[in-house]
């Protein structure tokens, strides 16, 4: 343990610690996955009509309430 | 394609066909070992000089040899001959076989990485996803060496790692999905072909910035460097590393940083383009140690965010911007004022 300055490190390492951050962790969950979708909905851009990308950015405006509801409470400290 | 010998005389005409294909060429020389391992030895002599310019440090700026190249080579004699400390009841396996797969890991995108026409190991046709895979990989690996090096220090490292890929994945995601829809592929190649007129940080600027700060976080560097935080940490999750395994290390992070850069360079800059002067790959190489640059300097001059401001940035900022951006380029596309460049 070169840090310790010599001390004899106290205690165990591989302890139990609370994983900060909930709200936003949930959020990663659900957002990875809609990302990785949208690539599909990326390189099929040109070949699809008009309708069914409107219909996927629909879907993106409409995820925006959600989104703005778990920024809102994940922005509380008492949520972390 | 090359023939298996079937006489004893034939042997050695296919060995020569062997290592004079392209193939192996590109896989060894070129965008391959050869060229990162110069690289990557270039940038630690690179940053070293550049922070000791920008914190007027008297070492580095005289030490090591006409200009200083001799200290790389010296740092790394020293590391091998250096013993390797393993902690008590660490996972031996782990924390001797992760830092070989982080190395692994971080040579393994360059495969797909276009660096001329002609230069590229697999030409990949979900490249981008590829890369994305890939380097997403880190700061679980990360994790997995905290955890298994037994110490207290670098185990709060590699779960400050993991929220920071929380915070700067889906960002980066998204606004490289900007860059999807005007190439219309997921090719890096074909990307880089769609540059030819105009490059991609002009349609897509917000992007590029998003991208750009995404990939900061990713590298750990300042003002995002939270897993290896010094004053914090001592050296976040790579504590425990000594001698040869911190070499490894080492190399891999700076692997990494090139691997961002000539990322950078492939979505925004345009890749191999530029005026016919020079050949293709030194433009690309030009191009992204420009952005290496780029990414070093705040090194020198930042502060560092705490974990919650970062989280915030990147949801409630970079997202939305990234979010925003798409949206642009649906319009860009859709009423066609990019087709003068013919996207």
Redesign the interface.
């Known amino acids: ?1 070169p ?1 310790e300055s010599g001390q004899v ?1 106290q205690g165990e ?3 139990r ?1 609370v ?3 909930y709200p ?2 949930l ?2 969950v659900v ?2 996955v809609v ?2 979708f ?2 599909a909905w ?2 099929s ?2 070949s699809i009509p ?1 309708a069914g ?1 409107l219909l996927v ?1 629909l879907f ?1 405006f409409l995820l925006g309430a959600p ?1 703005g509801y778990a ?1 809102k409470m ?2 509380h400290r008492e949520n ?1 | 394609m090359v023939s298996l010998p079937t006489t004893p005389a034939q042997i050695i005409p296919f060995i020569i066909a062997i290592v004079t294909s392209h193939t192996f060429i590109t896989i060894v020389f070129f965008p391959g070992f050869i060229h990162l391992t110069l690289v990557v030895m270039f940038l630690t002599w690179y940053e070293r000089k550049i922070l000791a310019r920008i914190q007027l440090r008297i070492g580095p700026l005289y030490a090591g040899g006409p200009g200083g190249i001799l200290q790389p080579m010296a740092d790394g004699v020293k590391l091998i001959f250096k013993e390797v400390m393993i ?1 008590y009841k660490a996972d031996k396996p782990l924390f001797l076989g992760i830092p070989l797969a982080l190395v692994f890991l971080g040579a393994l995108p360059f495969a797909v990485i276009p660096f001329g026409e002609h230069w590229v190991i697999a030409n990949l046709d979900v490249g ?2 590829f890369i994305f895979a890939v380097t997403s990989l880190f700061p679980s690996m990360i994790l997995i060496f905290a ?1 298994a090096s ?4 670098p ?2 490292g590699g ?1 400050r790692s993991l ?1 920071q890929q ?2 700067y ?2 960002p980066m ?2 606004s490289a ?1 900007s860059i ?2 005007l190439a ?3 090719n890096l190649t074909q990307i880089v072909e769609a540059q030819q007129k105009i490059w991609f940080i002009v349609p897509a600027f917000l992007s590029f910035i998003v991208f750009f700060v995404a990939s900061m976080a990713e590298l750990e560097r300042l003002p995002f460097d939270l897993p290896e935080a010094e004053p914090e940490l ?1 050296a976040g999750w790579f ?1 425990e590393s000594s001698g040869a395994v911190f070499m490894v290390i080492f190399l891999a992070l700076y692997m990494k940083l090139y691997l961002m850069s000539s990322l950078i360079t492939v979505l925004f800059l345009g890749g191999w383009w530029g005026p016919a002067f020079l050949p293709q790959p030194v433009w690309f190489i030009l191009k992204a140690l420009i952005v290496a640059t780029i990414i070093i300097i705040p090194r020198g001059v930042y502060a560092r965010l705490r ?2 401001l970062l ?2 940035v990147g ?2 900022r970079l ?1 939305i911007i990234a ?1 925003a951006n ?2 642009i380029t ?1 319009v860009l ?2 009423t066609g004022i990019l087709s003068a460049w013919g996207l």
């Open positions: 343990m840090f490190p390492a591989r302890k610690v994983m900060q951050y936003y962790l959020m990663f957002f990875d990302g990785m949208l690539f990326g390189i851009f040109r008009t990308s950015l993106l989104l920024l994940a922005l972390w | 902690p981008l996803v955890w037994n110490s207290k220090y185990f709060l779960l929220f929380v915070a994945e889906i995601w998204i999905l999807v829809l219309g592929s997921l001592v504590t974990v919650d989280i915030k949801w409630t997202l979010i798409v949206f649906v596309l859709s």
